[in-house]
């Protein structure tokens, strides 16, 4: 199979509210794709139909075992150093409680914990499972530039498959692949590369362009460097050579 998940056909309402309508299309498999869509679009509800949490008509196949991070909780009055010890073993506690940042807050109880922490927690707890995808709903956009860049690293060295599912154009910057959902519908699903080189489309559902293709792209237009960067180093680097 070359799709991490293939949807056919997919139809769902909530009472009043069509949510998809025949809706087909593919994730290719790769280490990072990010799906993005205003507020409403369907993405929630689509990590709720992957759960079955909801019957639907059509069909979702999956290449693989999923691992569902979202914001649903359910330990607030366990400490988090016996919470972490639960899930992981004794010989790698310290490793884990260090890669994640959570040395501050083993004492605590987890209802004590601001939401900075109850995501890395998290993202500890549900990562201590074996998967071959993870699919995160809207949560990386809720970390600071700190906390994001410690999450984001621990799954790209993991022998995982990413799916983030976001509102946060800048997130889009993570990753290979970009599917953009409006109304329901798939609008454009490719290479991050060729996504952006259709910014027209982009701005017209509503979306903006992350800064720094935004910037890339005015910068091509007069002349100052001939593609579109991803990174504000390789744009320096670019523009200085």
Known sequence: ????????????????????????????????TTIIGLSGCGKSTFIR????????????????????????FNY??????????KYYSKNIYNKIINEYD?????????????????????????????????IIDNL???????????????????????????????????GENIIIMDKGKIMLNDKKENIFMKYDDIKKIGLDLPFIVDLSIKLKYYGLVNKIYFSMEELIGAIWI
């Open 102 to 134: 959570l040395k501050n807050i083993i004492s605590k109880k987890v209802s004590d914990l601001n939401e900075q922490d109850k995501i890395k927690l998290l993202f500890c707890l549900k990562l201590s499972s074996k998967g071959d995808i993870v």
């Open 49 to 72: 139909l992957i759960n079955n949490d909801f019957k639907y008509d059509g069909e979702i196949l999956f290449d693989g075992n999923i691992i569902i991070i979202d914001d649903n």
């Open 1 to 32: 199979m070359n799709n991490m998940i293939t949807v056919k056909n997919l139809s769902f309402s909530y009472p009043n509210n069509q949510i998809f309508n025949n809706l087909s299309f593919d994730v290719s498999t790769c280490k990072w």
């Open 76 to 85: 607030e009055n366990i400490l988090v150093s016996k919470l972490i010890k």
């Open 140 to 174: 990386l956009n809720k970390l600071n530039c700190h906390n994001k860049d410690i999450i984001v690293k621990i799954l790209n060295k993991l022998k995982i498959n990413v799916i983030n599912m976001t509102n946060n154009i800048e997130d889009t910057l993570l």
